[in-house]
């Protein structure tokens, strides 16, 4: 039997506001008041705590949920390993990490029956996941659901991006419907599994190693703008009390694990806390820009932060190019030529990106590291220093960066696949000397 109290007719509602103390319950007096661990939990239930931090972190910085399930996690089978060949942890040693600039084509769609787990594959990944430090970055192309697996990640937290068809994610807090523009985020070691609503499903995967991703102070912004917390979606309690063989599998450490279990572990009827999955519509960021002259630089499009041990030196910022207003004066509008101490990899789910108009399509992604140049093409820098100056809508795109203080390392799989544009270098061919002219 599957329960969800805040499923009618297929429509799902949410609890609003990033990192608030949310508490749900999916049978009504299921969830404890007034303390989280009762004698005798209602209904049979067991407690149990959820933290991905420490105990003893910051009440600022704390995440942790109280679940109130069917049965304890404790009874999740014994693991033995289970092979993903495609899947790396960092740092990455297969290969020298190149200063090259790179980009790649999208992952075809699968042609075998292929779900979320089997078709993820890294294409970089950078810091060290032991030292809770850094990312990997993951590519998923998917024709089919979960059905008996479920999954959770022990590495770090799941940032995922869709760029082509709808996502169900089922997590023990509730579900989730996911789609092309929006983002979810999964906590480090929360279950859940992965149902497609479309034939085919593409995107990308940030697993982030350190702190959660939190929301960047907005200075002097002041107190409104950007990514807005009461736009944060997390999900409303719902169970599934269904027995059967089932498969629970894990990354851990940087290998997959794999446990037979008789049930479905996604089976909390009720849970409190702030360490819960959430969704984001990246259409209603706030995008901020100038008004007068110059290109802003990037980090005003920051939706999501993962803090290093370095004030105002991220370990993963993930940023975002939506579509907005230009209206810069006597100002070169694309992105400038630039050489930066951070890396960047960057994925594009709609449209074209400003800065690249040929060859980065949707479901591509690029990778300009520490140091690397990088920079308008040839064509777009010839456009951008002739154009006419009028206020200029960009409509129907919408790209992203993760940009890091680590280099980022691609993989050997991402250096060897056809998918991989060796001739990326040459879209600057073009670029001419107009020095005395």
Same mark, same amino acid.
């Given at each position: 039997m599957t329960t969800d109290a805040s499923n009618a007719a297929g429509h799902l509602r949410y609890l609003h506001g990033f990192g608030n103390e949310h508490e749900s319950e999916a049978l009504a007096g299921a969830l404890p008041i007034g303390h989280f661990s009762p004698q005798r939990v209602n209904f049979g239930l067991y407690a149990e705590q959820f933290s991905s931090t420490a105990f003893t972190a910051? +009440?600022? !910085?704390? +995440?942790r949920s109280w679940f109130y399930r069917i049965r304890p996690s404790v009874l999740q089978g014994d693991y033995q390993p289970w092979p993903q060949d495609t899947v790396r942890t960092a740092p990455i040693t297969e290969i020298a990490t190149p200063p090259n600039m790179l980009r790649w084509d999208p992952l075809p769609p699968p042609v075998a029956p292929t779900d979320f787990i089997d078709g993820l594959v890294t294409i970089a990944a950078n810091g060290d996941a032991m030292a809770q430090a850094g990312m990997g970055i993951h590519l998923y192309a998917a024709n089919r659901s979960m059905?008996? +697996?479920?999954?959770?990640?022990? #590495?770090?937290?799941?940032?995922?991006?869709?760029?082509?068809?709808?996502?169900?994610? +089922?997590?023990?807090?509730g579900q989730l419907l996911l789609c092309a523009g929006e983002i979810a985020v999964i906590p480090r070691g929360m279950k859940f599994a992965v149902d497609l609503r479309s034939d085919i499903a593409r995107g990308y995967i940030a697993e982030n190693y350190g702190a959660p991703l939190a929301l960047p102070e907005r200075g002097p912004v002041g107190a409104n703008g950007f990514a807005n917390e009461r736009d944060f979606q997390y999900? !409303?309690?719902?169970?599934? #009390?269904?027995?059967? #063989?089932?498969?629970?599998?894990? $990354?851990?450490?940087?290998n997959f694990h794999r446990a037979q279990i008789d049930h479905s572990p996604l089976d909390v009827v009720a849970w409190t806390g702030n360490s819960a999955p959430y969704k984001y519509d990246l259409a209603r960021f706030n995008v901020m820009g100038t008004v007068s002259y110059d290109h802003p630089d990037p980090s005003i499009y920051t939706v999501l932060s993962s803090a290093s041990n370095t004030p105002g030196v991220a370990s993963l910022d993930f940023v975002i190019f939506p579509p907005r207003w230009m209206v810069a004066e006597d100002t070169f509008r694309p992105p400038w030529y630039h050489r930066n101490v951070m890396s960047e990899f960057m994925g594009l789910i709609e449209g074209t990106y400003d800065a690249k108009e040929a060859g980065f399509v949707p479901g591509g992604c690029s990778l300009h590291n520490c140091m690397s140049p990088h920079g308008p093409e040839a064509a777009?820098?010839? $456009?951008a220093s002739n154009a006419q100056l009028q206020p200029e809508r960009y409509r129907d795109t919408m790209a992203f960066m993760l940009e890091s203080r680590y280099i980022i390392q691609p993989t050997k799989w991402a250096m060897e696949t056809p998918l991989r544009q060796r001739d990326y270098i040459k879209c600057w061919d073009g670029i001419e000397k107009h020095f005395g002219r």
């Open positions: 910051p +009440r600022a !910085h704390n +995440r059905r008996q +697996r479920y999954f959770y990640c022990a #590495d770090g937290e799941w940032l995922i991006i869709p760029q082509l068809g709808e996502l169900l994610l +089922r997590t023990e807090c999900p !409303h309690a719902a169970y599934e #009390d269904i027995e059967g #063989d089932f498969e629970l599998l894990c $990354k851990f450490a940087g777009v820098f010839e $456009k």
